[in-house]
């Protein structure tokens, strides 16, 4: 039961990000960065401005920046299809596919 549902959530993690699963990364800043140059490098024909790779870690009011944003939204949109909420503490400790996976059995479980 556990296996299948990592595959689940590591199959909806990579197709969230739009990258390919046999990519073989777990870690969810990277892999979040890994979108982010996918997308860039699709949108400028293989070619990516430095520029653009450094306003990704420029911070907002709330001293957040893209990556951070994006992965948080990633999050959110797991704990949402599998129908879990992770608390605070358990957010700041999930950094990689698998924390995602036992923070969602200890996750306060809801309904939408």
Do not use: W
């Not at 990592?6 to 199959?11: A, P, V």
């Amino acid at each position: 039961m556990r296996n299948l549902k990592k595959l689940k959530i590591e199959k909806e993690v990579f197709s969230l990000l739009g990258l390919p699963e046999s990519i073989g990364e777990t870690n969810l800043e990277k892999l979040v960065i890994i979108s982010f140059k996918t997308l860039l490098l699709s949108q400028q024909g293989q070619k990516i401005n430095p520029k653009q790779l450094i306003s990704l870690t420029k911070v907002d009011c709330h001293n957040t920046n893209a990556i951070i944003q994006k992965k948080a939204l990633l999050v959110m949109a797991i704990e949402k299809k599998f129908k879990f909420h992770l608390t605070d503490d358990q957010y700041d400790k999930c950094s990689d596919i698998g924390d995602l996976v036992n923070f969602s059995k200890k996750g306060e479980l809801y309904e939408s």
